[in-house]
């Protein structure tokens, strides 16, 4: 069983920044791929950004260029920095550990970010 404990969020005014941490109970960087997500009121979570066992990103559309999705491997936390942020980034965001030789999905709690225009 893993564990994710997310922290970071918060209200931030249109254009500023905040960065997202997800510490996970274990060194499991090498045998997981790890990822943010967000649900907004009404809509359904979504995929934000990810970060493969090897290192490779991806990014939804909508946050290419302003999101950067990070890990450290001596903190052994993930990060998502959050740029010029938008009213539209207003969500709760969850971390997740998916395994890539286990067919395992672990969720965070979640956090909160909301955005003022």
């Known amino acids: 069983q893993v564990q994710l404990v997310e922290s970071g969020g918060g209200l931030v005014q249109a254009g500023g920044s905040l960065r997202l941490s997800c510490a996970p109970s274990?060194?499991?960087?090498?045998?997981?791929?790890m990822g943010w997500y967000r649900q907004a009121p009404g809509k359904q979570r979504e995929l934000v950004a990810r970060?493969?066992?090897?290192?490779?990103?991806n990014y939804a559309d909508s946050v290419k260029g302003r999101f950067t999705i990070s890990r450290d491997y001596a903190k052994n936390t993930v990060y998502l920095q959050m740029n010029s942020l938008k009213p539209e980034d207003t969500a709760v965001y969850y971390c997740?550990?998916?395994?890539?030789?286990?067919?395992?999905?672990?969720w965070g709690q979640g956090t909160q970010v909301t955005v003022s225009s």
């Open positions: 997740n550990a998916a395994g890539v030789l286990v067919r395992t999905n672990y």
């Open positions: 274990g060194n499991i960087f090498n045998f997981y791929n």
């Open positions: 970060i493969t066992s090897g290192g490779s990103t």
